[in-house]
Structures are given as structure tokens and as C-alpha cells.
């Protein structure tokens, strides 16, 4: 199974909400990463947080990690039609060299 | 701006056909990657490089190679192309060190009749 897992696989919002998309994973972590991929842009790095670290802010994204309970939360305000796209949980294990582990994804769509 | 390249946007192939996707990043990153991208499977590894001429396997290495001649250039070959290897490929590139962002190219869709 995979190291990082998206909960929901899939979501449906009207622009103007707020987007909340979870992620757990079950081995010790560096850091994670969430990556944002939709046809325009491919796919694109969001912001990364530290194992140390427990939220963290980038524009109208929120991210918070809880390595207690090997969880991560990127919370998306305000959201636009252009943030439809796919978004992944994305893990550099501790051990794990120069190897990122993504997740599935979960599929956001935004709806004017 | 970070820029990596990938030498085609989709590739047909026959089976049993020696492939080459090429992949440029303009960014001096010591960091090559190369994933093959699969509907309800997410992204997975294949080879990495951290260096010129060096490469490391990744999860699914089989049927696959690699090569990295200039630091800029990191390029996969499918040996002997089988219908399996359809698939997304994504190329992407960070800087030295482990764990850092990493910057993708905008994928080769290859299909292998």
C-alpha cells in the first residue's frame, strides 16, 4: 500500500469554500511535500514542511503535520475555479536517500 | 524560472521497439529523476541520478535504463518497448542535497501498440 494516502480520493466544491484534504502516512518522515497537477501546468511543488514543524502558511494555503499521529492537512481558502486539479502528499522518508514517496491524490474540483 | 524539458508531448511505439525520451533542465540541478505516472497507482520511481554518469535504481527499474552524459540531460530508454510501459512518464530535476522540491517536466504520454 502506499506510503502516503489522500483522504478524499475525491472532492467537490463551490468556489468561494474552503478545500480541506488529508493525508497519512505510516513510516518516519524528513518532510512532506504537497504537489498540486492539472493539465495546464503539470505538476507543481506547493510547500513543503519539516518534521519539526507543525503548520505552515504559503498564500491561501495551510498545511499542519501531526507526526504523532502521521498526519498531514493542506487546507486550500477561498478556493477558485483554477484550483481544480489533483493534489498529492508526497513523503521523503528518513532513510529514504533521494527518494520522494507520493501519494494516489486526492482530485479537487472547484465549481463557479 | 526552473524549466525542465521533455523531448516529446506524446510517443507512439510499436512493441519490441528501442525507445528514447529525452529530458533537459536548465537549472544546473545535480538531482535527475525519472517516474512513470499510472491511474490509481500515483507517481513511481524509476531511476534517479544525483551526478554525471551516476544513477541509482528506483521502485521499477525492469525493462528500463538510463543515461546522464552532461549534467543538463538525463535521458530513459525502454530497451524493447512492451505494451506494460504505457504510461505517463514524468522527468524532474532538484537541487544537490535529499529531499529538496522537485521541478517537473510536463510529461511524454507513450503508448506501445
Known amino acids: 500500500s502506499q506510503q502516503g494516502e489522500e483522504d478524499p480520493q475525491a472532492l467537490s466544491i463551490q468556489e468561494g469554500e474552503n478545500a480541506t484534504m488529508n493525508c497519512s502516512y505510516k513510516t518516519s518522515i524528513n518532510n512532506l511535500q504537497w504537489y498540486r497537477q492539472n493539465s495546464g501546468r503539470g505538476l507543481v511543488h506547493l510547500i513543503l514542511i519539516r518534521s519539526n514543524e507543525r503548520e505552515k502558511h504559503s498564500g491561501r494555503l495551510r498545511v499542519t503535520l501531526d507526526t504523532s499521529k502521521k498526519s498531514s492537512s493542506l487546507l486550500i481558502t477561498a478556493s477558485r475555479a483554477a484550483d481544480t486539479a489533483s493534489y498529492f502528499c508526497v513523503t521523503w522518508l528518513t532513510g529514504g536517500g533521494n527518494k520522494l514517496t507520493f501519494g494516489t491524490g486526492t482530485q479537487l474540483k472547484v465549481e463557479l | 524560472d526552473v524549466k525542465v524539458t521533455q523531448s516529446s508531448r506524446y510517443l507512439v511505439k510499436r512493441t519490441g521497439e528501442k525507445v528514447f525520451l529525452e529530458c533537459v533542465q536548465d537549472?544546473?540541478?545535480?538531482?535527475m529523476f525519472w517516474y512513470r505516472q499510472d491511474p490509481g497507482l500515483g507517481l513511481r520511481l524509476i531511476y534517479f541520478?544525483?551526478?554525471?554518469?551516476?544513477?541509482e535504481k528506483g521502485d521499477i527499474p525492469e525493462g528500463y535504463s538510463v543515461s546522464r552524459e552532461k549534467k543538463e540531460r538525463f535521458s530513459l530508454i525502454l530497451e524493447s518497448a512492451s505494451t506494460n510501459q504505457t504510461s505517463m512518464y514524468l522527468c524532474?530535476?532538484?537541487?544537490?542535497?535529499?529531499?529538496?522540491?522537485?521541478?517537473f517536466g510536463p510529461g511524454t504520454r507513450l503508448t506501445v501498440l
Open positions: 524532474a530535476s532538484s537541487s544537490m542535497g535529499q529531499g529538496n522540491e522537485q521541478f
Open positions: 537549472m544546473d540541478h545535480e538531482n
Open positions: 541520478s544525483y551526478d554525471v554518469k551516476m544513477k
